[in-house]
């Protein structure tokens, strides 16, 4: 049988047990769209047919996850699946300690009020919503590193995740290392479109943080996805396995927050890890006052025990090929059809470039939030805004962020569409993309304080 020569892959794994999906009449999407004030956060689950919005907990867990919740040890102390989870976290990351959190948010806050004084700099490879946001709280100024091609939707770049070393080194030369808290390296990048770092990269960042005692704090929410990458596009890492990579990627770095939500093929949950023994010890004291004791984090026993085991599943090459290939197909397709979306095609999520689809469009009429609701409306699919709305507003003037890309991510939960569901999405943007010319855009009518791109509301124009 090895001698077969297969010309394609397939999901390595068959379905067991199925959620009814729910189609609606373009009638009353209209209506369901309107009350949801134009915002695909604000829509009700049950009026949607295929849910794009995020890869963020949304994911189908294994039988072998599902028994592994049975084996939850709800202990208040000292639970068995949180000695489970720190023993994958060792193995598979590498890093010395860990503290569970309810999610990733739960560890950048910790970390942000544990490494960050008021007044000092975060440097990073492009924002992440909520990751500036704790950063910010904290008192510190986020300052955007990445390479320029990350912030051009058409660059075609094999690691267009990378940091400009100039720029970091820039930044240090004007304010000086001890105004650097530490260096936050997303590996994917998710807002700018799921692009991967190479390992060089990682290794010389790290290089040049160490030479200045600047810690890097690596956000490994999907470091696996970023180690296929790396398997397939670096030189010298063909034959390494993602767990090889995955270590020596977190080996360039002092400590990491996780969303176990993605790559870790769970519903909840998240962690901070590190080696350095005073973070622990501060870690580990504060955790008790926002998440849970160390031994818990805000997680169940059984949630702990899902994480512990989809570390293991999530690290098989097989997997990553499937779950990357499913987001790859989907972009081919829009891509022969003339869709513009951001090349080259990233891991977790496909991103239409809604500025070519709405050139008549001004950014304060909201082209990607109008692109989604556009889309929800031809098909019940929802996808989520990664423009403007989602960049929010400097903490320092108030004006609005007017970040030059203007996306919606249309993101894929890991397991659970089939090809059938990519091949109607595709049909469905296609046809928002033949209806363009007429769109007229958006106007925000309720702008929440924090993180606004949840909860504001829009009215047609
Ligand atoms: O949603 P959390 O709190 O488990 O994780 C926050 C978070 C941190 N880093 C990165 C790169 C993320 O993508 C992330 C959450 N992302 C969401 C919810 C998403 O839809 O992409």
Redesign the pocket.
């Known amino acids: 049988m090895d001698t077969i020569k297969r010309r394609s892959w397939a999901e390595p794994f068959k379905i067991k047990s199925v959620e009814p999906l729910r189609m609606t009449t373009r009638e009353e999407r209209e209506i369901t769209i309107r009350e949801a004030g134009y915002n695909t956060f604000l829509l009700k689950s049950k009026d949607v047919y295929i849910d794009l919005?995020?890869?963020?907990?949304t994911n189908a867990m294994s039988d072998y996850q599902w028994a592994g919740m049975m084996l939850g040890d709800e202990a208040y102390a000292g639970s068995e699946n949180y000695y489970n989870l720190e023993r994958m976290v060792k193995e598979y990351y590498g890093y010395k300690y860990l503290v569970p959190t309810h999610?990733?948010?739960?560890a950048?806050n910790l970390i942000s009020h544990i490494l960050i004084k008021p007044g000092q700099y975060v440097p990073g490879n492009m924002y992440?919503?909520?990751?500036r946001l704790h950063q910010e709280l904290s008192g510190g100024t986020f300052v955007d590193v990445i390479i320029d091609e990350a912030h051009d939707a058409q660059a075609e770049h094999p690691f267009k995740g990378n940091v400009d070393l100039n720029k970091f080194e820039a930044l240090i030369k004007r304010v000086g290392a001890e105004k650097i808290a530490y260096i936050t390296i997303?590996a994917?990048?998710?807002m700018a479109g799921g692009q991967p770092i190479s390992m060089e990269n990682l290794r010389s960042v790290y290089q040049l943080a160490s030479k200045n005692n600047i810690k890097v704090v690596f956000?490994a929410?999907?470091a696996m996805e970023n180690a296929f990458f790396i398997k397939i596009r670096e030189r010298g890492y063909e034959k390494k396995t993602i767990k090889e990579i995955l270590l020596e990627m977190c080996s360039y770095s002092d400590a990491a927050?996780m969303?176990?939500?993605?790559d870790l093929l769970v519903n909840i949950g998240?962690f901070l890890a590190m080696n350095d023994d005073d973070v622990f010890e501060e870690a580990r004291n504060m955790v008790v006052v926002y998440e849970g004791l160390h031994t818990y984090g805000g997680l169940a026993g059984r949630d702990m025990e899902a994480m512990a085991r989809g570390i293991e599943e999530a690290c098989q090459f097989n997997h990553l090929q499937a779950r990357i290939g499913q987001v790859e197909y989907v972009g081919n397709r829009l891509i022969e059809l003339g869709v513009p979306i951001v090349r080259p095609i990233g891991g977790?999520a496909i991103f239409l470039d809604a500025k070519k689809f709405y050139p008549q469009l001004e950014q304060l009429k909201f082209p990607a939030q109008t692109l989604a609701a556009e889309l929800y409306l031809d098909s019940g699919i929802r996808a989520?805004e990664r423009g403007i709305v989602s960049a929010g507003r400097s903490k320092e003037t108030g004006d609005h962020y007017f970040p030059k890309l203007e996306l919606v991510?249309l993101?894929f939960p890991r397991r659970v569409y089939t090809q059938a569901h990519c091949d109607v999405t595709v049909e469905s943007v296609y046809e928002v993309w033949k209806n363009r010319a007429t769109v007229k855009g958006l106007k925000m009518i309720y702008e929440p304080k924090y993180l606004r791109f949840f909860q504001a509301r829009f009215e047609k124009l």
């Open positions: 919005l995020t890869d963020s907990g999610q990733g948010r739960g950048e992440f919503t909520t990751t997303g994917t990048v998710n956000d929410t999907r927050t969303s176990g939500k993605k998240g977790h989520m991510r993101t």
